[in-house]
């Protein structure tokens, strides 16, 4: 059993790059799919990208293609996400997710996901 822990969120402004951190305080994430979704307050929590426990593919949302940039590191086992050009629209809070069984396709569906973070809050001020 895994436990995300994110990291690396707050108030930003707009145009600026932002790197979210997910990282396990327990077990390791390296044999698990990873996502990160995140969620506006009084909508449902949305995908916004995935990796494959390889780290060989990845998967995103359209409307975040070409600004986000999801990647995995497993020496340090942390997930991360990367966001270019921030703007007042990322604001939201970010999930991350393990998948509820090990390797596999990464998939989409929050229902996928068995194993979340906290959140982490982004704020993009303009």
């Known amino acids: 059993q895994v436990q995300p822990v994110e990291s690396g969120g707050g108030v930003v402004q707009a145009g600026g790059p932002l790197t979210l951190s997910c990282a396990a305080s327990g077990g390791t994430l390296s044999n698990y799919n990873m996502a990160w979704f995140c969620q506006v307050q009084g909508m449902e929590r949305e995908f916004v990208a995935s990796?494959?426990?390889?780290?060989?593919?990845?998967s995103y949302r359209d409307s975040v293609k070409g600004r986000y940039t999801i990647s995995r590191d497993h020496d340090e086992n942390t997930v991360y996400l990367q966001i270019s050009y921030l703007k007042p629209e990322d604001t939201a809070v970010y999930y991350c997710?393990?998948?509820?069984?090990?390797?596999?396709?990464?998939?989409?569906?929050?229902?996928?996901?068995?194993?979340w973070g906290q959140g982490t809050q982004v704020t993009v001020s303009s």
């Open positions: 997710a393990a998948a509820t069984t090990p390797y596999g396709t990464a998939k989409e569906s929050p229902r996928d996901y068995g194993y």
């Open positions: 990796i494959r426990w390889s780290g060989l593919s990845t």
